[in-house]
């Protein structure tokens, strides 16, 4: 299985959802699209590698594959959606109604990313119908499912991967989706012993493991919840965190009314959009106290502003969980939140969807407007204290 799909379940794009579109090509090879040192990224180089090698097979599909492959896991974890535009020229040959299996596997991912969600699953159950035991295609199609708000439905998909994926990936998937039920100290327990069993594991899986472990830990309002962060960050390298992981971190330190640490944690990796918007939120509540940051403040919300005007011109829309943050928790907009939020509940429905639901609504002063979440969190049985301290709130 490869690190791109064992760590779907991590990736956060701050690109919207989008019909798809024609992958940008240049008209001169020897145009430079993008400058990186490679000394420093080693996974860039790898994919330069492997760009080579398909272009020294032309007409070859596995070479294909493996290029496009690389660019997606070089896209996630530098956050950077050019690659994906990369992967999706790579695999442009197939690309039809019938196209190979592998195809459509990249193909899902891609569509995924840009949370084309209907697009994505039609190809995963075109694959899982040709092949059942796909373990790639079963764990995206299970992340595509949670995220749309169905925990038993992706646990369907999570326990199909018992016996087909690694033990740690399996148990991973099923705890990550069975904390979203009735159960999640039960779903902890089994990742947490799971996480004791693997540890000759690859770093993939492992890192995939502490992170969904520290998420059900703040779900559950758990002591050592910060501990769960910390030890999933150590499996990494402190000059590139996995990106989902270092939001979600800086998240905890948000929700925990802690910007200042937020602040420190983010300032180093301040040209990721998902840093960028967080550091806006740790800094605008910051600026009462600190109003020497209110430059700084400026000239982030001017770069968030032209990001977010750049993806409008692409044909992008933007990720409307961020958008919805940043009118609520940047602009002190919760009226003109309320309606981006609202649309994004539509599309995905994930407890921190849920939250942002229910603190635009009560900011907007139209509590009735959140009923759909409400209704959700009683038919499911999702237990987060985040959402459990905001409705106790006055």
Not at 212 to 235: H, M, P, S, W, Y
Not at 388 to 394: D, N
Request: proline residues 7%; hydrophobic residues 45%; charged residues 30%.
């Amino acid at each position: 299985m490869t690190t791109r799909l064992l760590m779907a379940v991590l990736m956060v794009t701050m690109l919207g959802a989008a019909a798809a579109r024609e992958p940008y090509r240049p008209g001169d090879d020897e145009q430079v699209l993008l400058r990186l040192n490679d000394r420093e990224v080693p996974e860039v180089s790898e994919v330069w590698a492997a760009r080579k090698a398909m272009r020294d097979a032309p007409g070859e599909l596995s070479p294909a594959l493996d290029f496009a492959r690389r660019a997606i896991e070089a896209g996630r974890q530098r956050a950077d959606p050019r690659f994906m535009s990369y992967a999706e020229a790579a695999i442009a040959p197939w690309n039809d109604a019938d196209p190979p299996l592998e195809v459509r596997v990249i193909r899902a991912t891609l569509a995924q990313h840009r949370h084309d969600f209907e697009a994505a699953l039609a190809d995963l159950d075109a694959v899982l119908a040709e092949a059942p035991r796909h373990a790639q295609a079963r764990l995206t199609r299970s992340v595509i499912r949670r995220v749309q708000g169905d925990p038993q439905a992706a646990l369907r998909d999570c326990a199909a991967l018992v016996g087909v994926a690694s033990p740690l990936v399996a148990s991973t998937c099923v705890a990550d989706s069975a904390s979203l039920g009735r159960q999640p100290d039960a779903a902890l327990t089994l990742l947490q012993t799971a996480i004791e069993r693997a540890t000759q594991a690859p770093l993939a899986e492992r890192r995939w493991a502490f992170t969904v472990r520290a998420e059900i830990a703040e779900r559950l309002g758990r002591d050592d919840t910060e501990r769960c962060f910390r030890e999933a960050l150590n499996l990494g390298r402190a000059e590139r965190p996995d990106p989902y992981l270092l939001y979600a971190y800086a998240d905890f330190l948000l929700e925990m009314q802690r910007p200042d640490e937020a602040r420190a944690l983010l300032l180093p990796h301040a040209a990721l959009d998902g840093a960028l918007l967080r550091l806006a939120i740790a800094e605008t509540r910051l600026l009462p106290g600190q109003p020497g940051l209110k430059p700084a403040l400026d000239a982030r919300k001017n770069l968030i502003a032209t990001r977010f005007d750049m993806s409008r011109r692409r044909g992008d829309t933007p990720h409307q969980r961020e958008l919805a943050r940043y009118l609520l928790e940047v602009e002190a907009d919760p009226v003109a939140a309320l309606p981006v939020a609202l649309n994004n509940w539509a599309q995905q429905r994930e407890p921190a969807d849920a939250l942002l639901v229910l603190k635009a609504a009560a900011g907007a002063g139209r509590r009735e407007a959140a009923r759909p979440v409400k209704d959700w969190l009683r038919d499911t049985g999702v237990q987060d204290q985040r959402i459990t301290r905001h409705l106790a709130a006055p």
